[in-house]
């Protein structure tokens, strides 16, 4: 699978260096080594989802609990979820890092994909919610741990969109 | 027919070392009129997320007990919710869910289980290693105490009729209680 391992490996262990205790996650392609490392990490409790939404409440939680989480998920999992997003986190200010398949852009060949790639964004910053995009892991670790300093100072959802460059190995 | 209130009551004295979440509507401010306490959060909206908030806490806090007020109309919205309950089984957590077969706050709409939807089928159907339907106080206060008492997840379906108070605003603010209950975790957890 042309997923990238490397970068996976890079991604998850900048969620495991700003402390990162707690990821709720639903399997998509480009997310799967990421769930993998998750379930494979003694110290991580990882919480497979039926829907995407749940990883608000389950989120909210862990914020409760003092335990600080990550929600990763496909941009379509972030469609399904803004009920939550909105009247949970928003309402309540309950700091989210949630990390986005950023699919259905440039280079998608699932037709599928397509119409929520375009929605992405419009929606993000529909919601007031700052978000950048991960392409170059020379820079991935510093942009989680600011993208949670967001989230905390803020107590608010942040976003950080994975993109193809950074997750598929197969020239586009 | 058994009114919630008076289930609440019952369990009133029973949740005080807990957690507890509820649902928005009648379980929020019926819960609130017995009195507010720190250890008791109010999802005053995001139907269905409540039994998933307690899941997160539960899982956060495997030697806190955690108590979740849900309603036939939210744990509809997330049925779904209920497999991933059963499936990390959190041991602390006691999920009890009103059923009054009602969107009892938007006028009294019939949910699916007055149709004969079983939640309590579902949740054992999903997987929940403990389940009960109870219809009469008696019975909800002893399958509220070997919840409690249980070290496995728990479902209690509590039938209950469709009648809740005059008002569903309270003058607890949304922010003041999200605060103090983390809050409270923080000092709780500190001290274990």
Aim: glycine share 8%; charged share 20%; net charge neutral.
């Amino acid at each position: 699978m042309p997923v990238s391992q490397a970068n996976s490996r890079v991604v998850y262990d900048a969620l495991k260096k700003c402390g990162i205790g707690l990821v709720s996650a639903l399997p998509e392609t480009w997310l799967v080594h990421l769930i993998r490392m998750a379930e494979d990490d003694p110290q991580m409790i990882l919480v497979r989802l039926a829907k995407e939404e749940e990883g608000v409440g389950i989120s909210a939680g862990a914020h409760f609990a003092g335990v600080k989480s990550a929600m990763l998920m496909q941009n379509h999992g972030f469609l399904a979820s803004i009920n939550g997003i909105v009247s949970f986190a928003q309402l309540y200010r309950i700091p989210l890092l949630m990390l986005i398949s950023y699919r259905g852009h440039f280079g998608e060949r699932d037709p599928w994909q397509t119409q929520g790639g375009g929605a992405t964004e419009p929606l993000l910053q529909a919601l007031h919610i700052p978000y950048s995009f991960l392409d170059d892991p020379g820079k991935v670790e510093k942009q989680v741990a600011e993208a949670q300093t967001l989230a905390y100072a803020s107590l608010h959802p942040v976003a950080l969109l994975l993109t193809r460059q950074l997750m598929w190995e197969e020239p586009a | 027919m058994m009114q919630r209130l008076e289930c609440l009551r019952a369990a009133y004295p029973r949740v005080e070392d807990s957690l507890v979440v509820t649902i928005m509507g009648a379980v929020a401010a019926e819960l609130q009129s017995l009195g507010h306490r720190p250890n008791f959060f109010y999802l005053q909206h995001t139907m269905g997320l409540a039994s998933s908030t307690g899941l997160g806490l539960a899982l956060c806090l495997p030697q806190q007990k955690v108590v979740v007020f849900d309603g036939d109309g939210s744990v509809l919205m997330n049925l779904g919710g209920l497999t991933t309950m059963a499936r990390y089984r959190p041991r602390n957590l006691v999920h009890v869910v009103f059923d009054n077969e009602s969107l009892l706050s938007v006028g009294g709409f019939p949910t699916a289980t007055s149709t004969g939807s079983n939640l309590e089928a579902a949740a054992r159907a999903a997987g929940v290693p403990q389940t009960k339907t109870v219809t009469t106080l008696p019975d909800f206060s002893a399958a509220f105490d070997d919840a409690m008492k249980s070290n496995d997840l728990s479902c209690i379906v509590a039938k209950v009729e469709a009648v809740g108070p005059k008002a569903y605003v309270t003058d607890l603010s949304l922010l003041e209680n999200r605060f103090q209950f983390r809050r409270h975790i923080e000092q709780k957890t500190r001290k274990i």
